[in-house]
């Protein structure tokens, strides 16, 4: 079993930056892949970015590609979403998830994280 925990949300105003976390424990030697994932109310769970956990394969959705940008500190089973330009559609629950594969459909994730609250403000 792999446990997820996210922090770092908040609320900014438009054009600021977030840096969100998401730290790994348990089984963490079980993990290949990680994604970043976010869900507006009433909207399906939207895909940001997917990355080999111990290697340099990434893959960013083209909304926040430029603007988003992760990293991993993997003597700390961290990732981070460093996240720039914040818009106010990028209002959402952003979620870190840990599976088996890089894939952008959240369905192919074992492990999630309870969700942070990213708000922009206009």
């Known amino acids: 079993q792999v446990q997820l925990t996210e922090s770092g949300g908040g609320l900014v105003q438009a054009g600021g930056s977030l840096r969100l976390s998401c730290v790994a424990s348990?089984?963490?030697?079980?993990?290949?892949?990680m994604g970043w994932f976010r869900q507006a109310p009433g909207t399906e769970r939207e895909f940001l970015v997917t990355?080999?956990?111990?290697?340099?394969?990434?893959y960013y959705a083209n909304s926040v590609k430029g603007r988003f940008t992760i990293s991993r500190d993997n003597a700390k089973n961290t990732a981070y979403l460093q996240m720039n330009s914040l818009k106010p559609e990028d209002t959402a629950v952003y979620y870190c998830?840990?599976?088996?594969?890089?894939?952008?459909?959240?369905?192919?994730?074992?492990?999630w994280g309870q969700g942070t609250q990213v708000t922009v403000s206009s």
């Open positions: 998830a840990a599976g088996g594969d890089l894939s952008y459909n959240h369905r192919n994730y074992h492990y």
């Open positions: 348990g089984h963490t030697s079980s993990i290949y892949a």
């Open positions: 990355f080999k956990w111990s290697g340099s394969i990434t």
